[in-house]
């Protein structure tokens, strides 16, 4: 029948969805539209998946269509309301999150718009307490820490900042963005060994990822270690002599450090 076909396309997107590959998700969740175009889901999956892949427009379009078909679809709604904050539309975002919550006060997703909408706001306080209870709820989940995070950050209240994010890296010591905005969050508080102890670690835990020991030599430069930042781009160029950016970053070392050299 049209219906298991088309349920078919569905999940098979979702399948790829999941494992990461949007552009056969793409295809299928389009073929659902082709059988049935006023598939509510179906847009809102293939929204999500065009956000996924950055294309912030059709998953705008293709979300807005999901909650015209199906109110109820409060995923779809959230996700319009996350895109409209990206925009820094602030307001009709919360108005998003408000409306969710008035059907559903413990939507996580609806809580994590509503926070961000207030730090946003620079209403820090009445965000804090909602990410302190999301945080409760479900300690494994990264987003109300960091978001909490940014929040102490802005406010300049650094060791609030630190301590959210060391929360984060116990319950999941492999979070790079955690890691990296600690490393950053010591630096500006002059803890030198501390910040290159994150930097360190996030090097051991993604030996191949060759950008973050730019990030390390970086660090380096800035905290008043030209020769080790030398060391580690030396090693770089020396290892993918074809790589024009690893080659561009030592030209720069040593334009900057002109009179270490000579």
Wanted: net charge neutral.
């Amino acid at each position: 029948s049209k219906e298991e076909k088309k349920l078919d396309f569905f999940n098979k997107g979702k399948a790829f969805y999941e494992k990461g590959d949007h552009v056969k998700a793409r295809l299928e969740f389009k073929n659902a539209l082709q059988i049935d175009p006023k598939f509510a889901e179906g847009y809102y999956m293939l929204g999500m998946n065009e956000l996924k892949q950055n294309n912030w427009n059709g998953g705008r379009q293709a979300l807005s269509k999901a909650v015209e078909l199906d109110p109820e679809l409060l995923g779809a709604q959230v996700a319009l309301g996350n895109i409209l904050l990206a925009a820094q539309n602030v307001p009709p975002a919360m108005e998003i999150a408000e409306k969710v919550l008035a059907k559903h006060p413990e939507h996580r997703e609806a809580l994590l718009l509503k926070a961000s909408c207030l730090v946003a706001s620079q209403q820090e306080r009445d965000a804090e307490p909602i990410l302190h209870k999301l945080i409760q709820k479900e300690p494994k989940k990264p987003e109300p820490y960091l978001i909490l995070a940014r929040l102490y950050y802005r406010i300049e209240n650094m060791a609030g900042a630190a301590q959210a994010i060391r929360d984060l890296l116990d319950q999941n010591p492999k979070n790079r963005t955690a890691r990296l905005l600690l490393a950053e969050i010591l630096e500006k508080t002059n803890d030198f060994s501390g910040a290159e102890k994150a930097y360190r670690t996030l090097i051991d835990q993604n030996p191949e990822r060759n950008e973050l020991k730019l990030l390390l030599a970086g660090f380096y430069s800035r905290s008043g270690s030209p020769r080790a930042a030398e060391k580690i781009l030396v090693a770089l160029v020396a290892g993918a002599p074809e790589t024009e950016s690893y080659r561009m970053a030592l030209a720069q070392h040593y334009a900057a450090n002109m009179q270490e050299v000579e």
